[in-house]
């Protein structure tokens, strides 16, 4: 008889998985192969050089797109598209202009037929949850960079997704905005006990947030290190020992990446 941790399925699993972009003529291989089995609740950040396929596994993992080889499934089932099991957060909002934050994060619950009260009592909690509670009635455009960031992330919440995937959320937030969001989302995960697959160009970010760290390779993108971080999660991990040994041996391993 299967143990129970072999009988539960991996929240996502790569299998041999490549991604080309384009036809015969202008073919680029951005990824692969790739292989990675995440379990339910990790926070799996990937890092890596510019252009290496980052966001196209995130984009293979959310169904945007299939892969050129290879399988992705996601809790036990191939992936066909994109599905409520999975919430995305871009780098840039996207938020709807015309629509308040709260109906904003409502939308996608609108959209499948939640019953009004159910979507009410939903986006409360999330306001709560994202520190917007204040804002429900604005529009994004009213709100700073960080506040529409979290909206957004509030968004992805809502139909109560296993997994969330971030594709760069704080690149474009300024430094002090950007720690803090840091903070918000690790609190989150860890009150929500979602499996997050989070993209970042910056080592510190990577080592902050992650339970592991996969660094790609130049493209196409192959993981050239998988490392699970020991880091305690309850307290500041910049006060722990090790967090600068971590730091310095992705940092190596995105430098030789990128050479
Ligand atoms: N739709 C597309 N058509 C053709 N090539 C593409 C397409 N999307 C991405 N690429 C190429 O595939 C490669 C991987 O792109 P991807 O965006 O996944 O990399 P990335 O690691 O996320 O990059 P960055 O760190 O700069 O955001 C790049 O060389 C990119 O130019």
Not at 63 to 79: H, I
Not at 80 to 88: I, L, M, N, S
Not at 135 to 146: D, F, I, K, Q, V
Not at 240 to 253: I, M, P, Q
Request: hydrophobic share 40%; proline share 8%; charged share 25%.
């Amino acid at each position: 008889m299967p143990s129970a941790a072999e009988s539960t399925p991996h929240a996502v699993e790569l299998s041999g998985v490549s991604l080309s972009y384009g036809g015969r003529r202008d073919r680029v291989h951005a990824l692969g192969p790739v292989d990675a089995k995440i379990d339910p609740g990790e926070f799996v950040v990937i890092v890596g050089p510019s252009g290496c396929g980052k966001s196209t596994l995130l984009r293979l993992v959310a169904g945007f797109a299939p892969p050129t080889e290879g399988t992705v499934s996601v809790g036990g089932v191939p992936v066909a598209g994109p599905g409520p099991d999975r919430g995305v957060v871009f780098q840039q909002p996207r938020l709807f202009p015309w629509l308040s934050v709260r109906r904003n994060i409502e939308f996608g619950l609108r959209t499948t037929g939640v019953p009004k009260a159910r979507r009410r009592a939903r986006s409360d909690e999330l306001l709560g949850m994202v520190g917007l509670a204040d804002a429900a009635s604005r529009r994004p455009y009213e709100l700073s960079g960080g506040m529409q960031q979290r909206a957004a992330i509030a968004r992805a919440l809502a139909p109560d997704p296993e997994i969330l995937l971030m594709d760069e959320p704080f690149a474009a937030l300024d430094a002090l905005t950007r720690e803090r969001l840091q903070e918000e989302i690790r609190r989150i995960w860890q009150a929500t006990g979602k499996t997050v697959l989070f993209v970042t160009h910056s080592v510190d970010e990577a080592v902050f947030l992650g339970t592991r760290i996969l660094v790609l390779s130049r493209r196409p993108g192959r993981i050239v290190l998988d490392r699970s971080s020991e880091l305690p999660r309850s307290d500041d991990p910049h006060t722990h020992s090790s967090y600068l040994a971590l730091r310095e041996e992705v940092a190596a391993a995105v430098r030789d990446a990128a050479a």
